[in-house]
């Protein structure tokens, strides 16, 4: 089966805090492709990151980094130094390449709260 | 730059009334997918069109139509809006000539069925 679990539904932090955000998938596919999205008040889902199955190599984008761990199935996305701007939900999404398959698996979102 | 619309920020119909919701897409892709987004459910997918004219149900297909006339547009019909039917509508398009590429998406359109 292929799934994308987020356990945290919603965390609160003070700004500056470090935050990390888990996404936990399952596929039976040897190649496939892990997405992060954002979704802030105003509603429009940004993409942020894409990793394929074959790059285990961490990124890192400013204040962003996301950790790829095939070990565990895992993709977690950890904001630094965390900014009101960052409050928003994020969802954390599986594409499996199964033919012309177009379409993503979804994990449920994390709301995140980034106080004054 | 790229760019999704949707016709409506927010849209009130009545019970049993059609409903159209529109999107276009200024990209030139293939791909376009309607989704509604309900709190502790997130993001389900309705349909999609892979082309012009085509179209493959999602996961939750019941109560909805689509319509794919033209490459930039694709329409999510309620055919007779009901009360559950009230949500959060999502469109998103695919394209650049690789299907894991990341889907764009609209603004949204947040519908009350009263």
């Known amino acids: 089966a292929q799934k994308v679990t987020q356990a945290q539904t919603e965390i609160s932090v003070v700004e500056k805090e470090d935050v990390t955000l888990d996404c936990v998938y399952e596929?039976?596919?040897?190649?496939?492709?892990l997405f992060w999205y954002k979704q802030p008040p105003s509603g429009e889902l940004v993409f942020l990151i894409r990793r394929n199955s074959f790059d285990e190599q961490n990124e890192i984008s400013g204040r962003y980094s996301w950790n790829f761990q095939k070990s565990t199935s895992s993709f977690n996305f950890t904001i630094t130094a965390s900014q009101v701007v960052d409050s928003a939900v994020y969802f954390c999404a599986l594409r499996f390449n199964a033919g012309n398959n177009r379409k993503l698996i979804w994990g449920l979102g994390t709301s995140l709260a980034v106080n004054p | 730059d790229v760019k999704v619309t949707q016709s409506s920020r927010y849209l009130v119909k009545r019970t049993g009334e059609k409903v159209f919701l529109e999107c276009v897409q200024d990209?030139?892709?293939?791909?376009m997918f309607w989704y509604r987004q309900d709190p502790g459910l997130g993001l389900r997918l309705i349909y999609f069109s892979y082309d012009v004219k085509m179209k493959e149900k999602g996961d939750i297909p019941e109560g909805y139509s689509v319509s794919r006339e033209k490459k930039e547009r694709f329409s999510l019909i309620l055919e007779s809006a009901s009360t559950n039917q009230t949500s959060m509508y999502l469109c998103?398009?695919?394209?650049?000539?690789?299907?894991?590429?990341?889907?764009?998406f609209g603004p949204g359109t947040r519908l009350t069925v009263l």
């Open positions: 998103a398009s695919l394209g650049g000539g690789a299907l894991y590429n990341e889907q764009f």
């Open positions: 990209m030139d892709h293939e791909n």
């Open positions: 596929t039976r596919d040897t190649t496939y492709y």
